[in-house]
């Protein structure tokens, strides 16, 4: 098997200009965050993911605490906001931005009524390519001084300009010191864009992303990792047992 997430990351260890730690090239994850995984807004299906998709775990390896400023961005249903915004309720404060239209009507039926909903999509424009990808121009996260941005696989629904305008706008909105955490299904370094394999992205250009905007990468971790996954098919393939694998990587706005 070919260039998974830890190899892909590997190469970059190599590259003059980005310094990694002894503990980050270990790409472990130790403790986890006390999330109330039964919280009552969760469903018994999203609870089964609770196995993949590791929250605790994945949201320690970013360094969450509870009395943060945290923008998640593309929230989709709900299933991280639902564990990210009791969580934050009492000290921090969760904003949910671009993608909200289904899930802000129900904040409060879930409970979130402190989480607020903030940016739309409603300059993005869907462009001619497999899948649902889509183009935007200018994004403002109507937010400052954010401890925080957290985006669960959503890099494949932006094309690489998009993207930079959304790093952009990520930077803007963080404090000196801020977190970028991000996830994404994993694509074979520099293949091309495939009908099905659209939902992946190759997490050497997601890094390069992030450092021409500023960022420093801090660390990545295998903990989505998913040796099974030879990366050749689309991520709802019979072959996938578990999930796809994943590259986990956390930035940082510089002091």
Not at 104 to 119: C, I, Q, Y
Not at 183 to 191: L, V
Request: aromatic share 8%; net charge negative.
């Amino acid at each position: 098997m070919k260039l998974l997430t830890t190899l892909t990351v590997g190469i970059l260890l190599c590259v003059p200009g980005i310094a990694f730690s002894e503990s980050s090239k270990t790409a472990t994850v130790d403790g986890a965050i006390n999330l109330n995984l039964n919280h009552p807004s969760r469903s018994d299906e999203e609870k089964a993911r609770d196995k993949n998709r590791m929250p605790r775990e994945t949201l320690a390896f970013f360094g969450l605490k509870d009395d943060m400023r945290v923008i998640e961005l593309f929230p989709g249903g709900g299933w991280y906001t639902k564990l990210l915004g009791p969580f934050l309720a009492e000290k921090g404060a969760l904003f949910i931005a671009l993608g909200t239209e289904d899930l802000a009507p129900n904040l409060e039926k879930f409970g979130l009524d402190k989480v607020r909903a903030t940016s739309t999509m409603e300059n993005f424009t869907k462009i001619d390519a497999p899948g649902y990808i889509f183009s935007v121009d200018s994004i403002d996260l109507q937010q400052s001084d954010i401890d925080m941005v957290l985006t669960f696989r959503n890099a494949h629904n932006l094309d690489s300009a998009a993207r930079m305008t959304l790093n952009l706008a990520v930077f803007a909105a963080l404090k000196p010191g801020g977190i970028y955490g991000v996830i994404d299904h994993t694509r074979r370094h520099m293949e091309e864009l495939k009908k099905w394999t659209w939902r992946r992205t190759d997490p050497v250009q997601i890094i390069k992303e992030a450092l021409d905007a500023g960022f420093e990468l801090v660390n990545y971790s295998n903990i989505h990792r998913r040796p099974e996954d030879e990366l050749l098919y689309g991520t709802h393939h019979e072959s996938l047992v578990n999930e796809t694998d994943r590259y986990t990587l956390k930035f940082r706005k510089p002091e």
